[in-house]
């Protein structure tokens, strides 16, 4: 699926720079060109981010001994 139209930008390619680093939709552009265009993927390219940078539910379970 097409994050961003405008630099044709797939989800994959976002996470992908996501993984490798990017913290902010500007690094995500410098990093694959999404958001670099139009500017109305910025909203779709936060949620990514978000998601990407999430605590895991797993680190916030209790360890039990
Ligand atoms: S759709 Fe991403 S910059 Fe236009």
């Known amino acids: ?3 961003c139209i405008c630099a044709a930008v797939t989800d994959t390619e976002v996470r992908s720079c996501i993984a490798r680093g990017a913290r902010t939709v500007e690094e995500v552009g410098e990093a694959c060109e999404a958001g670099t265009g139009c500017g ?3 909203d779709h390219i936060d949620v990514f981010l978000a998601a990407g940078h999430a605590p895991s539910e797993l680190a916030e379970l209790p360890i039990s001994a």
């Open 1 to 3: 699926m097409y994050v």
């Open 40 to 42: 109305s993927c910025h």
